[in-house]
């Protein structure tokens, strides 16, 4: 069964939304625990983090938008899909009337999503190194 590249792009920023909610909530209580940062020591770990995952999905984004003539999707993707701008104030900033978010949108998660899938990202348990 074939999985249509959006769809991958879809379920995997709804995994990237929640690991950067889940990392800048952690964040802040590090950040005011000293305590908890003296304690951390490093060691090998064979699954990826959530962090791996983050860097992974902008990475991903990156790769699939990095030809000249995507340059203007390449804001979009950062600006909404990795800095998680809310939809208004990012639409505006970039001059898109509704019609032409759309049809960026569509780009974005068309290519970013078949990356996605040719990186093996999709779907987000194997990538975690769940069970099949």
Do not use: T
């Not at 920023?13 to 990392?23: D, K």
């Not at 390449?74 to 898109?96: D, K, N, Q, S």
């Not at 780009?107 to 990186?119: D, S």
């Amino acid at each position: 069964m074939s999985v249509k590249p959006e769809l991958a792009f879809d379920v995997c920023w709804e995994v990237y939304r929640g690991a950067r909610e889940v990392m800048e909530a952690k964040r802040g209580v590090a950040a005011l625990n000293l305590e908890m940062e003296m304690k951390y020591a490093w060691r090998p770990d064979l699954r990826p983090k959530m962090k791996d995952w983050v860097a992974d999905f902008a990475l991903a984004g990156q790769a699939a938008l990095e030809s000249p003539d995507c340059a203007s999707r390449m804001v979009m993707f950062r600006l909404y899909y990795l800095g998680l701008a809310p939809y208004e104030r990012a639409r505006h900033f970039l001059g898109l009337s509704e019609r032409g978010w759309v049809n960026w949108s569509e780009e974005i998660r068309k290519k970013c999503g078949a990356e996605i899938l040719r990186r093996g990202m999709f779907p987000p348990r194997k990538y975690f190194g769940g069970m099949e």
